[in-house]
């Protein structure tokens, strides 16, 4: 059964960082096409924080470019997010996903919370 799990969520100070981790399980990470992290604020939809190909290139919502790193570690079998310079607009569930063999799996989601 492929899995992708998140981790890396946490309570954290406005200015602060924090790295978010998507760990692929029961399938190599190559076999995944684009992977992505997507975030989700209650009565809010779900919305795509940025995206990242197989070959790495990478795609990132306005309010986070430049702030956010998105990378895939293929010798580890994981997806992270370096997430700096955070704000309170930041604060959601985060979703990590990829399309791999013909499906497209999400993770569980990890809460984020910037607050003082």
């Known amino acids: 059964q492929v899995r992708l799990v998140e981790s890396g969520g946490d309570l954290v100070q406005p200015g602060g960082s924090l790295r978010l981790s998507c760990a692929a399980s029961?399938?190599?990470?190559?076999?995944?096409?684009?992977m992505g992290w997507y975030r989700q604020c209650p009565g809010k939809e779900r919305e795509l924080v940025a995206r990242?190909?197989?070959?790495?290139?990478?795609y990132y919502r306005d309010s986070v470019r430049g702030r956010f790193t998105i990378f895939r570690e293929n010798a580890e079998n994981t997806m992270y997010l370096q997430m700096n310079s955070l704000k309170p607009e930041d604060t959601a569930v985060y979703y990590c996903?990829?399309?791999?063999?013909?499906?497209?799996?999400w993770g569980q989601g990890t809460q984020v919370t910037v607050s003082s």
């Open positions: 996903n990829g399309f791999s063999l013909g499906s497209t799996i």
């Open positions: 029961g399938r190599s990470i190559f076999t995944f096409g684009d």
């Open positions: 990242i190909s197989r070959g790495g290139s990478s």
